[in-house]
């Protein structure tokens, strides 16, 4: 009897142990997920990394990706209005386009916002999948169909931003947990028949809009141009209308010492207006004398000059 009590304890234990892990789960911070309850989604999403309680046994969890997922469409061939301006069989100029298909690849990120309602209405990633690939598809043919092959090469960005505008409305109102964040175009691939024509096409609308913004540049170059020019020209205006006022002002000024000078020794400034023309009066390489002798009544060009030999 004792070791058949023994063989119940030893035996308890492991299964004690069995409960208390089975009580428990951690969901990481890559992971969120919901309880199940016999296959019945029980209480809220768990989308915070932590430790979380389940009832042992009649209690289960499924975990989601909540990291950014990618969905990567197959390429698909899309019907357009053809080139604009013209005609695929005989170039010519023309407002009427044949349709043109051309197959566009294109990818896109995703993430599930809401477990509880991604599980009910979704279920997993690959449904998820499966679901995207009719609703991208189909927004990107609605926004690519009705437009010429030149404005989708050019364009694209704008295009997919439609696609995406438009998607998400659709997934806010079938409300099954998922978000699209964007979609790319990878590659758009043209048939043989009109790739010369693309590429022509887009050539010449980049010469188009280089021969724009060249224009442009010139542009604004004489116009910045004519601003310095306009601003040197009122700059050496207004220098030239100071210096006429610096040099009225220093003429009058000279003109006052000269008369001050003058009326206060007449003798002097008849002497020194003298000293001032001499240089031109008896030229260069030539000496004279003056004598004080009869200062102030001599005549300075009495006096004898002689030649420097």
Do not use: C
């Amino acid at each position: 009897m004792g070791n058949y009590f023994k063989f119940i304890k030893i035996g308890f234990i492991p299964f004690i142990l069995f409960i208390l892990m089975d009580s428990f789960f951690i969901i990481n911070e890559f992971e969120q997920g919901i309880v199940l309850q016999f296959g019945k989604p029980m209480g809220e999403s768990k989308t915070t990394a932590g430790f979380y309680f389940k009832s042992p046994f009649i209690q289960n969890v499924i975990k989601f990706e909540k990291r950014i997922l990618e969905w990567d469409g197959a390429a698909t061939e899309i019907p357009t209005k053809g080139m604009k301006g013209k005609n695929h069989s005989s170039m010519v100029e023309s407002d009427k386009q044949e349709t043109t298909n051309i197959f566009i690849d294109t990818f896109a990120r995703w993430k599930i916002t809401d477990p509880l309602k991604f599980y009910t209405r979704v279920n997993n990633e690959t449904s998820a999948q499966s679901r995207l690939d009719g609703i991208i598809d189909g927004k990107i043919r609605d926004k690519i169909a009705p437009k010429y092959i030149n404005d989708v090469v050019k364009n694209s960005d704008q295009i997919m931003e439609e696609a995406l505008s438009a998607v998400t409305k659709e997934l806010r109102n079938l409300d099954i947990g998922i978000e699209v964040l964007g979609i790319e175009i990878k590659r758009v691939t043209f048939n043989d028949q009109i790739m010369p024509q693309v590429f022509d096409r887009m050539a010449s609308e980049q010469e188009a809009e280089a021969a724009k913004f060249e224009g442009q540049g010139k542009a604004k170059r004489a116009e910045i141009l004519g601003i310095i020019n306009r601003d040197v020209d009122q700059i050496i205006s207004t220098a030239n209308k100071k210096s006429k006022i610096i040099e009225g002002i220093a003429d009058s000024s000279a003109a006052a010492l000269y008369a001050r000078t003058y009326n206060s020794d007449t003798q002097f400034y008849e002497l020194w207006k003298t000293f001032d023309i001499l240089p031109d009066a008896i030229g260069s390489k030539s000496t004279f004398w003056l004598s004080t002798q009869n200062y102030p009544n001599s005549n300075i060009f009495g006096v004898r000059p002689s030649v420097l030999k």
